[in-house]
């Protein structure tokens, strides 16, 4: 990716959080960072960082995970780690195999989870 070309994207980034470059030296270090980007590859991260992100964009959300061609994401490796956590506490208790929960199921349940809160609550002892 050309400087002329981050600057695009930058630009475009800019229309919706204000300014994120403001002097060449920082030009220089985010171009530095992502020039062997290739510039859609850069474009394509940048608008999905745009769409789905109300944070301002770093130079690591222009790279995304081109340097990492099996495309695992840190949230791909947390949904390991959970499945294997409840692996060996299923296993634990005598189950012999993990099942994970359906989808149209855990798909529900985000649905009814959707914009509840918890709130404080005071634990009656039954012996006061």
């Not at 530095?32 to 940048?46: R, Y």
């Not at 780690?81 to 208790?93: A, C, K, V, Y």
Request: charged share 25%; aromatic share 6%; hydrophobic share 35%.
């Amino acid at each position: 990716m050309t400087e002329q070309e981050l600057t695009l994207l930058l630009a475009m980034a800019e229309t919706i959080h204000g300014p994120l470059v403001q002097d060449q030296i920082t030009l220089n270090v985010w171009h530095e960072l992502v020039k062997d980007v290739p510039f859609e590859v850069g474009k394509q991260n940048i608008m999905h960082h745009l769409r789905s992100s109300s944070y301002k964009p770093k130079p690591n959300d222009i790279i995304g995970d081109y340097f990492d061609p099996s495309g695992t994401s840190v949230y791909d490796i947390q949904e390991k780690e959970r499945q294997e956590i409840m692996n060996t506490i299923l296993l634990e208790d005598g189950q012999a195999e993990y099942v994970p929960m359906p989808d149209n199921i855990h798909a529900l349940i985000d649905k009814i989870s959707d914009g509840m809160s918890v709130s404080r609550f005071k634990v009656i002892d039954d012996d006061d």
